[in-house]
Structure formats: C-alpha cells, structure tokens
C-alpha cells in the first residue's frame, strides 16, 4: 500500500509530551496505512452494530446505543421526581424498602409506630407467618433499570375508549389497581401488568386471567385479618369469613413467589404528607387514601418519571356517570367509603402543577 499525502502528518516526537492526542493520531494513521482493509472491516461491524443497537431500540446494548429522538423513550429526568417529591412531601426519601421483609420481623421486631393501615404494630406475628412464606425482592428487570418510567393505571371512566392501550403498554412498570380487568380491554388500558394493589374485598377473583405470569401481586393491607387471608390463602388453611366488609375469594391461585407486602410506611406518607390526615389517632378518623393515590405515592419513591391514566371522577353533582372503566357503578357506591375523593383531587392536581407527574387521561 502506498503512502497517500492526505494522510501525512508532521513529525511527532514521543518526548514532547505537551501533545498526547497528537501523538495518537499519528499513530492511528499509521496503522490505518498499514492496513487499511482490516480498518474498514472493523469499520463495517462498527455500523452494522450501531444500525442492529438503533433497530432494536435495546437499552441494553449500551456500548453502541444512541438515542432515537423520534420516540421519547430514552430521554430520562434524572433526578427530576426526588426534587420535586421532596418539595410535596416532607422528609422524603427512596430508603425505605417498597415490601416488608421477613428478617424486620425475625429477630428484631421492627417497632412500628402504628397500627395497620399506617404501620405493623400488634400484627408481627402473623406476619411471621406471612412473610416466610412471600418474596420482598424487586425484580431484577426493574431493579437494574437506569431509568425507570412508570405509568400508574387507575380504574377511571376516561380510560374507556381513549386507546391508551399501546401507550401504556411502552412503560417499563405498569401498576394497576384492584380488580380492574384487562382482558377485553387491551386497547383502552394495555395489557402490561407489571404490580397489582389490592387488598382481600379488592381481589380479582381470577388472577391468572387479568394479570401476567411475572405481575407482582401487592397486597395492600389495610387491618390485621388482611395478612390472616393471605396466609390463610397460600398455606392453605381454614379460610376466615369473618371481619371483611365484602367477602374476598377463598381460593385464589397464584404464584406464593410473585405475592408482596406493601410496606406501610407508604400508607402512612399518602396520608399523613398527602393528603394532611391527623396521625395521632388514626381510628377515630374515618378517612383512609384509595389505592390509586397510594400507588401514585408508591411510584413517587421508586420511579424516576410517573404518568398517570384512568384517574378522576365525574362531577359529585352527575349521578349517573359510571366511574370505572369496566363496571356500572355511580359515585354513589362510594358514599359508604372511607375515602374522600374531591380531598385526593385536591393533592393530584398539586403534583400535576408541579410537574410532578403527568396526566395521559383528562385530570
Ligand atoms: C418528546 O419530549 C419533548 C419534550 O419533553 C416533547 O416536546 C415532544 O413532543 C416529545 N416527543 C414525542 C414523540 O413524544
Ligand atoms: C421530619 O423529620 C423530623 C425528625 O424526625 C420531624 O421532627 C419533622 O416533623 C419531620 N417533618 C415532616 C414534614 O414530616
Ligand atoms: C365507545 O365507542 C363505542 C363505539 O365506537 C360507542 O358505542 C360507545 O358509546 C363509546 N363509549 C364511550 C363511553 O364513549
Ligand atoms: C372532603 O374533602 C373536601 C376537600 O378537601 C372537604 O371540603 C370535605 O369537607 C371533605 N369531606 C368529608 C366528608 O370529609
Ligand atoms: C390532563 O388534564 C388536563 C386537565 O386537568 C387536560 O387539560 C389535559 O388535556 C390532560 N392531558 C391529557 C394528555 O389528557
């Protein structure tokens, strides 16, 4: 191969060290005129891995990743949510764990300052029970995300129709809540499950059918029988009837490895920093967060961007508007709850200002 004059360069001397890169370059167009078709062969499998890294739209091929700007997939707001959660919520922080574990339990009883819903005191031991039997891990899949974008799917009207389905489906965690279906309704709300909340009157009845094999089944436990049905459940012992306000499913078939308990802690922030409820005698307020706040509240400290859909409800005056996206009732079956909805749209719109999160579904 002959010299070409393009590639010529001035004299480097290796003892002048104030020019590093120059001396680099010197020897890379050397070796590039040594052997110019090995370069161009590396040079080849260098695009081709860029276009296949481009193609696959994989977060993982990291070393040959460049971000397509046509989608907004990768463009993640480090940071943004701890800023901003820290501003709506006092003395904020990721350190707590998202499920309970049963080493809190084991050894040391962890001292909870309060009773369910808002922590564990006087329920240890049957927790014992329970979590010897329940996972606390977070899958590796979500844990080792560099960016975890997170949809919360609420059980909301607005979702009928809105052909969200596709949209939330591209999230990396999806969580839903309660008994909503998804099967038959994978076009308006996406058929992704990534964590379900519940407690035992919200069960789905079928678990297999409305979620995935790998949905993290996250019991939300509101009063000690809570964590007695669940146990009751996967050890298969002699169900109890009695103590819940609609009876929840006797048999219930799922996977013990995929089931999870909710960490209280996030019962307590909802309440206490979200929506300002006294903490100092929590029975005698009648007021307890939804799930779907609660979920909102849970993403807040695991996710690095949170949308939501399916929230809201009508007007209080439109009595006959059905507030869910799969079932008939009115906002009239909500009279007798314990929550207060028009206070929760208070602390949504809040976050929605703030930019906190975003709304996919008409807020
Ligand atoms: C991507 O994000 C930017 C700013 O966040 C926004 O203006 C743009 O519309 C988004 N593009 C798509 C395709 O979502
Ligand atoms: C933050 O924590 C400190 C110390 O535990 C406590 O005194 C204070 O009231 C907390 N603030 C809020 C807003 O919870
Ligand atoms: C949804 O679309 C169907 C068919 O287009 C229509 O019949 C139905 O009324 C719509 N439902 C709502 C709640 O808009
Ligand atoms: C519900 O919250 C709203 C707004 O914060 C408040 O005005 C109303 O009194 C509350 N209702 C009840 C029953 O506590
Ligand atoms: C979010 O809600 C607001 C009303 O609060 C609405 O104007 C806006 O269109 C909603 N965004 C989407 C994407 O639906």
Redesign the pocket.
């Known amino acids: 191969m002959g010299k070409s004059k393009a590639l010529e360069v001035p004299q480097v001397t290796s003892h002048n060290e104030s020019c590093g890169p120059c001396l680099i370059l010197f020897l890379l167009i050397k070796m590039i005129n040594k052997s110019r078709g090995k370069i161009l062969g590396v040079l080849a499998l260098f695009l081709v891995m860029v276009w296949y890294s481009i193609y696959r739209e994989d977060r993982y091929t990291q070393l040959f990743y460049f971000p397509v700007q046509e989608n907004n997939k990768t463009t993640c707001p480090l940071g943004e949510v701890e800023k901003k959660a820290a501003q709506l919520i006092?003395?904020y922080t990721r350190d707590h764990p998202l499920f309970l574990q049963l080493k809190d339990y084991f050894w040391v009883k962890t001292p909870s300052l309060y009773e369910l819903p808002y922590g564990t005191k006087g329920s240890e031991d049957v927790l014992l029970r329970l979590l010897s039997i329940t996972h606390y891990s977070l899958p590796e899949s979500i844990q080792s995300l560099k960016c975890r974008r997170c949809a919360v799917v609420g059980n909301g009207h607005r979702l009928r129709n809105s052909s969200m389905g596709d949209t939330i489906n591209t999230y990396d965690v999806v969580i839903r809540l309660n008994n909503a279906p998804v099967h038959g309704y994978e076009q308006d709300v996406g058929s992704k499950t990534t964590m379900r909340l519940f407690y035992p009157e919200s069960a789905h009845f079928d678990p297999r059918t409305e979620n995935n094999p790998d949905t993290l089944l996250v019991l939300v436990p509101f009063k000690p029988m809570d964590f007695q049905w669940m146990e009751a459940i996967l050890n298969d012992k002699k169900r109890v009837r009695k103590g819940f306000w609609k009876q929840p499913p006797l048999i219930w078939d799922a996977n013990p490895e995929q089931v999870r308990v909710l960490n209280p802690y996030y019962m307590e922030v909802t309440a206490?920093?979200l929506l300002n409820l006294p903490m100092k005698k929590p029975r005698k307020v009648k007021q307890k967060p939804t799930t779907g706040l609660l979920a909102i509240t849970l993403a807040l400290h695991f996710c690095d961007l949170v949308h939501i859909a399916g929230f809201g409800y009508p007007d209080s005056a439109n009595k006959k508007q059905t507030i869910h996206y799969y079932e008939q009732i009115t906002l009239k079956s909500m009279a007798a709850s314990e929550h207060n909805v028009s206070h929760e749209a208070v602390a949504i719109k809040r976050m929605l200002e703030l930019g906190l999160v975003r709304n996919l579904t008409y807020f």
């Open positions: 006092g003395n206490a920093k």
